[in-house]
């Protein structure tokens, strides 16, 4: 059982952080207590539950480590091509290195980014799933209807923390690719074709 804690927040929100299963703490923010019904925060603790159980923390920091360290590896391998094939440097790093390593760096971080991102959103569909299992169907849609019906309220938590929580905003476009949440909208469809 992880630990559970309550945080000084007027949204509503919730997160789950922790190296493992035996090591986690859940947590709810005091406006998600005051606002939602007991139903739907058991649903709200079940989801996060669901993080520990999948053991997404962990999985969400290996995936960016390694999609990090591609980055890192490919953005030396394109400053080195530009240094030494195209500006022909003979004499060690030039300064076509550098910048070539450093534009690669910006443009495959941002991929980078995309692909964690998605990795994150189908991590949520399944911690909605097993709050689903653990609360009921109906109390987890409850939970994302209360949600939506407050996504006009901002959300002040850390940008460490917000792609654990329970509501991760709403965006749209291009800048949806780096959603860490997908939109409240296809998770209670995904819940409701579930059955």
């Known amino acids: 059982m992880p630990e559970v804690g309550i945080f000084p927040a007027y949204e509503a929100n919730a997160f ?20 939602f019904s007991p139903d739907e925060v058991r649903a709200v603790l079940a989801h996060e539950i669901g993080h520990v159980a999948n053991g997404d923390m962990v ?13 890192m590896f490919f953005a030396r391998i394109i400053g080195n ?3 030494k094939v195209i500006f022909k440097n003979e004499e060690g ?9 450093i534009v690669a760096e910006l443009v495959l971080g941002i991929l980078a980014s ?15 799933e097993a709050g689903a299992r653990l609360a009921g169907t109906n109390a987890m849609i409850g939970a994302l209807q209360r949600l939506r019906s407050e996504q006009g309220v901002p959300v002040h938590m850390p940008d460490t923390l917000n792609a654990f929580g329970i509501n991760g ?6 800048a949806g690719l780096l959603m860490s949440h ?4 296809d998770r209670i469809e995904a819940l409701r074709r579930r059955g």
């Open 169 to 174: 905003g709403l965006k749209q476009g291009l």
């Open 16 to 35: 789950a952080t922790g190296w493992n299963r035996n090591d986690a703490l859940v947590a709810v923010s005091q406006g998600l207590l005051e606002r």
């Open 182 to 185: 997908p939109p409240l909208e």
């Open 93 to 101: 790093q030039g300064i076509a290195y550098y910048i070539a390593t």
């Open 59 to 71: 999985t969400l920091a290996l995936v960016q480590g390694v999609v990090n360290t591609f980055v």
């Open 114 to 128: 995309i692909i964690v991102m998605w990795f994150s959103r189908k991590r949520e569909f399944r911690a909605d």
């Open 81 to 83: 091509f530009v240094d």
